[in-house]
């Protein structure tokens, strides 16, 4: 019996999944998932340090004549200390006198002769300054144990002298497909054959969330063929069909899980496109059979597939965000059950694809975001308020714009 959206997405975050850990050098980390909390093992910065090239004084010293005493350098071990009437030229990022209150930049001081400099009087205590720990204080926590590791992780680990960290392993996933009249994209397709896109799909998208994906092959129409290549993936984390899930007399699908003591956690969900969707799980291996249309597999999968994989993938996000916009133009749609509506975010507005049908395989090349209408929705009007849900960008425009934020 099919289930509300709000019931899938409580199923999915409450999964039992077990995540396994192994240590990567961090420039091999991007995009996963950290197994442990990482805490700082060295103040940034690890020392006072001037923030220009300039010259070291005494606050009360502004205004006056004072005499050049030393250079310091980026690196020198320097531990001088000022002495009144004095300075040292100073360098960015070297080590200022323990007793320095203020860094003057050198573009605001006169040079008097080669041993004398004169400040100016309107200096500022401790500024131009970078103070120790001011940035990054000692066991301060750096990154948090399920964060998924980017560029600006990498920043924090490189800057504590941490070479490899604990993450979770990539999940396993293995994509099948059954259906006598589909052909793989490398064979040849008769007339009445079309060629099977949604593996490469499954395929393509589940490699750009990170995650390790192997292609058995595909099914024939007959339960054998099915419970063959079912056998043979109950080693991964998640299997993911598609086709062979609605009623049909040729969908052998189910009927094959159900030989192999397959524990339906759902079967159908009430929404359009991609109701006859199930998730069941085999011992520690869960499948997902999506539908067999193209743009309702796709679409099933970016609304409730991501989520399992944000859950297998070890993050303790697996929850939609969105971002607020307008809809574009009226949308009037068939209100009586959730409806996904794919489309354009351009960064205000949002414009739904008119394409739309759940057959269709051009509609998410025009597309870079969903809504996902409520059951009671039957007009959008210009304007509306809506709630996107990117469905994967580089946020970038073909066209020049102003993204510079002004004040109102």
């Given amino acids: 019996m099919a289930i509300n959206m709000d019931e899938v997405i409580n199923i999915i975050n409450n999964l039992e999944i ?31 340090n001037s923030a220009m090239d300039g010259y070291a004084v005494l606050y009360e010293d502004g205004g ?7 250079t310091i350098f980026a690196g020198d071990d320097n531990k001088s200390l000022l002495e009144k009437g004095t300075t040292v030229k100073i360098m960015t990022g070297a080590p200022t006198p323990k007793n320095c209150t203020a860094v003057i930049p050198k573009e605001d001081c006169k040079i008097i002769n080669e041993t004398q400099v004169k400040i100016p009087t309107n200096i500022k205590k ?50 099948f497909a059954s259906g006598e009249e589909l052909k793989l994209h490398y064979e040849k397709a008769e007339d009445y054959q079309i060629f099977n896109s949604n593996t490469p799909t499954l395929i393509s998208r589940c490699l750009e969330l990170g995650c390790q994906v192997d292609f058995i092959g595909q099914a024939h129409d007959s339960i054998d063929s099915i419970k063959e290549l079912i056998e043979n993936s109950t080693d991964a984390d998640l ?110 507005y949002f414009i739904s694809e008119q394409k739309r ?44 714009k102003d993204f510079l934020t002004n004040e109102q």
């Fill in 357 to 400: 049908s759940p057959g269709m395989v051009s509609t998410l090349s025009k597309c870079n975001s969903i809504i996902v209408l409520d059951e009671n929705v039957s007009l959008l009007k210009k304007d509306s308020p809506v709630k996107v849900l990117p469905i994967s960008w580089k946020f970038f425009e073909k066209y020049n």
């Fill in 126 to 175: 401790n500024q131009h300054i970078r103070f120790i720990g001011e940035d990054i204080n000692q066991d301060e926590i750096l990154i948090h144990k399920y964060d998924e590791i980017d560029f600006s992780k990498i920043t924090l680990l490189a800057s504590q002298g941490i070479s490899h960290i604990k993450v979770f392993k990539k999940p396993k996933i293995i994509v």
């Fill in 18 to 48: 077990k995540t396994n850990f192994e240590i990567l050098p961090i420039e091999n980390s991007i995009g996963r998932i950290l197994a442990q909390t990482i805490k700082a093992k060295v103040c940034l910065p690890k020392f006072n």
């Fill in 64 to 70: 006056e004549i004072l005499e050049i005493k030393d």
């Fill in 239 to 348: 299997i993911i069909t598609s086709g062979g899930v609605s009623v049909g007399d040729a969908d052998f699908t189910k009927d094959a899980f159900k030989e192999l003591n397959c524990e339906n956690i759902f079967d159908g969900i009430k929404i359009k496109p991609g109701k006859p969707t199930v998730l069941g799980k085999i011992k520690n291996t869960y499948i997902l059979n999506l539908p067999g249309n193209p743009l309702a597999s796709a679409l099933i999968f970016e609304l409730f597939g991501k989520l399992i994989i944000q859950k297998l993938l070890g993050s303790n996000r697996t929850y939609h965000n969105f971002i607020f916009a307008k809809i574009g133009e009226e949308l009037r749609n068939k209100k009586g059950r959730i409806t996904i509506i794919p489309g354009f975010f351009d960064g205000e």
